[in-house]
C-alpha cells in the first residue's frame, strides 16, 4: 500500500510539473521559443505573490488575481519591446537573450530579497487532507492537481476553438502568410507570451506555497519543465499533463527506495524515454 500511495502522491505532484511544463510547452508550439528564463519567471511570479500577499494582507491563493495579470501583462511588454526583436531563423539570438534575462532576473531578486529561503503561507488548506481508507491526500496537492488539468483543458479549447487559437496556429505554422491574411506577427506573439506568463504566475503560486523558494531556485523548474515537456512530446499539451505526472511518479518511487534517489530517478526514467521515443511518448497530433 505504501507504493500505491507513493505512486499517487507522485501522479499529484505530476500536476504541479505539468504547469510548469505548460507555459513552456505554449511558447515553444507557436513561436518555436526555447526560453531559457522560464524557471526564473515562475520564481519570479513566486516573489510576486510574495510581495502581494504580505503588502496587502492577502491568502497567496487570492493574490493570484493580482499576480496572473501583472505576469501577463510583464510577458506581453517583454515579447514586444525585447524578444520580437530576435526573432527570426536563426535560433541562437532568442536564446541568448532569454538567458540574459535569466542572469538579470535572479540578481534583481538577489538584490530585492536577498539569498534567504522564503515560503508563501496560505493558512490551513496547505495541511489538510482527506483520509481514502489507507491512503491520505492532501487537499492542496489535490487542488492543485484539478487546477493543472483545469488550465490545460482551457489551452487545449482555446488553441482549437477560438479565434485566438486560430491566429496561434496560423502564425506558428506559416509566419508570411500569416501577415499576408491581416495577422500582427508581433502582437500574436506578445499574446502568446502573456498567456504563458499568466499560467506561469499560477505555478509560480503554487510553488511557493509547496515549497520554499530562493532566487537561485528557477534552475531546477526549468529542468522538470522541460522534461515534463519532451516526455510528453513537443506541442502536446494533453502529453505535457502526463509528462508531468510520470516525471512525478518517477520521483516519489525514487525517494521510497532511497531519499537520495528523488532527483536522480526523474533523470534517469527521462532519459529512457529520450532513448525510446525521442518525440516524446505522444508526439504532437493537430486536431
Not at 172 to 192: C, E, P
Not at 243 to 249: K, R
Request: aromatic fraction near 8%; avoid cysteine.
Amino acid at each position: 500500500m505504501d507504493w500505491i500511495n507513493a505512486i499517487i502522491q507522485g501522479a499529484l505532484l505530476g500536476g504541479l510539473y505539468a504547469m510548469f511544463a505548460a507555459g513552456l510547452s505554449l511558447i515553444f508550439g507557436v513561436m518555436r521559443l526555447v526560453n531559457i528564463a522560464h524557471g526564473d519567471l515562475i520564481v519570479l511570479s513566486a516573489y510576486v505573490a510574495l510581495t502581494t500577499s504580505v503588502g496587502l494582507g492577502l491568502n497567496p491563493l487570492l493574490a493570484l488575481v493580482i499576480v496572473v495579470p501583472v505576469m501577463a501583462g510583464f510577458g506581453y511588454a517583454l515579447q514586444r519591446l525585447v524578444l520580437n526583436r530576435t526573432m527570426g531563423d536563426d535560433l541562437l539570438p532568442p536564446l541568448l537573450v532569454t538567458f540574459g534575462l535569466s542572469i538579470i532576473i535572479q540578481n534583481a531578486l538577489l538584490m530585492g530579497y536577498s539569498a534567504d529561503p522564503q515560503k508563501l503561507q496560505a493558512g490551513p488548506i496547505e495541511t489538510a487532507s482527506v483520509n481514502l481508507g489507507p491512503i491520505t491526500l492532501g487537499v492542496m496537492p489535490v487542488m492543485v492537481f484539478a487546477i493543472a488539468v483545469a488550465v490545460i483543458a482551457g489551452l487545449q479549447w482555446m488553441f482549437y476553438r477560438t479565434a485566438l487559437g486560430r491566429a496561434f496556429r496560423a502564425t506558428s505554422d506559416r509566419q508570411d502568410i500569416a501577415q499576408l491574411m491581416g495577422l500582427n506577427r508581433a502582437h500574436v506573439f506578445g499574446l502568446a507570451m502573456a498567456l504563458s506568463l499568466a499560467v506561469t504566475a499560477i505555478a509560480g503560486v503554487f510553488l511557493g506555497i509547496r515549497t520554499s523558494f530562493d532566487p537561485a531556485a528557477g534552475a531546477s523548474r526549468l529542468i522538470f519543465g522541460f522534461e515534463a515537456v519532451i516526455i510528453g512530446g513537443l506541442g502536446n499539451l494533453w502529453g505535457t499533463l502526463w509528462g508531468g505526472i510520470i516525471l512525478g511518479v518517477a520521483q516519489t518511487l525514487g525517494a521510497k527506495i532511497n531519499p537520495g534517489y528523488q532527483i536522480l530517478a526523474g533523470h534517469i526514467v527521462f532519459l529512457l524515454i529520450l532513448a525510446v521515443r525521442p518525440r516524446g511518448l505522444f508526439p504532437r497530433m493537430d486536431g
